[in-house]
């Protein structure tokens, strides 16, 4: 996935911040939706409940923190771009000084 597909679907995702509605419930909402975005699990099946609790509690926690997680992501590979741009722009500077002064030494 590119940047730009990342930024698009970051502009259409449910907005507010997202969290797991309370311990063990399996559904993930939004707070300033009041909406249900996903349920994870079937925790209406008694019998699987018991046996993967702790691992769709965990699936619950990440799926909330996918929007926060995506943008973060993004602001840094922006700002890894800044820096990159930064360092070439003193890389032409650097080479431009150099052929400079070793015009002045030949002369």
Known sequence: MTAEQLEELLEKVTPGEWRVAGKSSGYIVSDSE?????????????????????????DCALFALAPTLAAEWLAQR????????????CMVQLAIAVHQSRRVDND
């Open 34 to 58: 009041s909406v249900v975005i996903a349920a994870v699990g079937d925790y209406r099946d008694d019998e699987l409940l018991p046996f993967n609790r702790d691992r769709w509690d965990a």
């Open 78 to 89: 922006r700002r890894i771009a800044e820096l990159e741009a930064e360092r070439d722009d």
